[in-house]
């Protein structure tokens, strides 16, 4: 029996997962300020294609900041977020779980990086037409977190 290595990839990333899927559920409740719920995650499957639909989208416009307190940074990130539901993705965890959909959200302005081991958020809008990443880093004890945004065609 020949198995597509796709279909064997997904199989792998599946188990992988499932010793993260506690770790990443923990990381989205504090970031969202509320437990997840299990129908929300995306399959893998749906996840790898969300994430292979956009890169094949035209980019229209970026936007690039920085911020060195996270609350200015997650406020800028919901104005950003306009409307709709989009797509939550955390660090490299996603690729293991899948994405979570988020609806009406908030972010938690008090979320620690350093504790939950975090060092990325991204959100897609549903319809694709938005990009939004927060990318973490501490260096000399000063945290800096780089906001980036892009706007895509709808295709």
């Not at 969300?50 to 416009?61: H, P, Q, Y």
């Not at 970026?62 to 406020?75: G, M, N, P, R, T």
Request: with cysteine; net charge negative.
């Amino acid at each position: 029996m020949i198995i597509d290595p796709y279909k064997r990839e997904l199989l792998y990333k599946k188990a992988q997962g499932n010793s993260l899927h506690e770790r990443y559920k923990q990381k989205l409740k504090f970031l969202l300020g509320a437990a997840p719920e299990e129908r929300l995650f995306l399959s893998l499957a749906e996840t790898d294609n969300i994430i292979n639909t956009l890169g094949k989208n035209e980019k229209i416009s970026s936007e690039y900041a920085e911020f060195s307190v996270l609350d200015e940074c997650l406020k800028h990130c919901l104005s950003k977020a306009v409307g709709g539901d989009y797509y939550l993705l955390m660090d490299e965890d996603w690729r293991y779980c899948g994405a979570y959909i988020v609806r009406n959200f908030n972010l938690n302005m008090e979320f620690d990086f350093n504790k939950h081991q975090s060092d990325e958020v991204r959100l897609i809008s549903t319809d694709l037409g938005t990009d939004i990443t927060i990318d973490y880093t501490e260096s000399y004890n000063e945290d800096l977190f780089e906001f980036r945004v892009g706007k895509y065609a709808l295709t």
